[in-house]
């Protein structure tokens, strides 16, 4: 099972950043995905969960109304989409699963918003 995010970088506040998960080694289309962030000097936080056919999805409420969670099961990739970002949207965004009962994380993708 491979994760790798990617879409990061820095933005000014009131910006827009699109972040991918690409994934390989299991089968995609059966599996719940989800993002989470770590800010610096804090704990991990859930951000977003998108089910296996992309019909339901849930958000924190630090980013509910701002974030958008999709996925295309023929790319084999999930996106979450972020808007109206803020300054304390800055943290590492990882992307994961669970799959035969164990959890896999991607990399990171580093997403700053700064003026």
């Known amino acids: 099972v491979q994760l790798q995010a990617s879409g990061g970088g820095m933005v000014q506040p009131g910006g827009s950043l699109r972040l991918s998960c690409a994934a390989s080694?299991?089968?995609?289309?059966?599996?719940?995905l989800s993002w989470a962030r770590q800010a610096p000097g804090k704990d991990f936080e859930w951000v977003s969960t998108?089910?296996?056919?992309?019909?339901?999805?849930f958000y924190a409420d630090s980013v509910k109304g701002r974030f958008r969670i999709s996925r295309d099961n023929s790319k084999n990739t999930m996106y979450l989409q972020m808007n109206s970002l803020k300054p304390e949207d800055t943290a590492v965004y990882y992307c994961?699963?669970?799959?035969?009962?164990?959890?896999?994380w991607g990399q990171g993708t580093q997403v700053t918003v700064s003026s």
């Open positions: 080694g299991f089968t995609f289309s059966r599996h719940w």
């Open positions: 998108i089910n296996s056919g992309g019909t339901s999805t």
């Open positions: 994961y699963t669970r799959v035969w009962a164990k959890n896999y």
